[in-house]
Each structure stands twice: as structure tokens, then as C-alpha cells.
């Protein structure tokens, strides 16, 4: 006789697999799309931030160097 929590456990994975099966080929596809064009939004706030951080950093290295003198 089967453990209730292995018949539980077994149910649940039928139920799992029965859902994976339907995911249309379209919402796939849209869930692909919208995570690149999320990762393209992510790459172009970091490359923004970096600019900024360099620009900060070279402007204070300019303004130190001419409080020295």
C-alpha cells in the first residue's frame, strides 16, 4: 500500500505536467519576447548608470586636482 503523502506527491506532479501541457506555443513565445526586451531595459540601465558614475568620478578627479593647486 502507498504512503498518502507519495499518493499526494503524485497527484500533484499529474497536475504540474497537465498544466506545463497547456501552455500554448503563443504565450511561450510572448514570455521569451517580454523577457528580452526586459534584459534590453536592464542592460541600458546599467550602461546609463556606468556613464553616470564615470562622469561623477572624472569630474570630481578634475575638481580635486584643481583645489590642489
Not at 506555443?25 to 553616470?52: N, S, Y
Request: proline share 1%; no cysteine.
Amino acid at each position: 500500500m502507498h504512503n498518502p503523502e507519495e499518493t499526494r506527491l503524485r497527484e500533484y506532479m499529474d497536475h504540474v505536467r497537465s498544466e506545463a501541457e497547456q501552455v500554448t506555443d503563443e504565450k511561450l513565445e510572448e514570455a521569451v519576447r517580454h523577457g528580452m526586451v526586459r534584459g534590453k531595459r536592464i542592460k541600458q540601465r546599467k550602461r546609463g548608470l556606468v556613464a553616470a558614475i564615470a562622469l561623477a568620478a572624472a569630474i570630481w578627479m578634475l575638481w580635486a586636482g584643481l583645489s590642489i593647486r
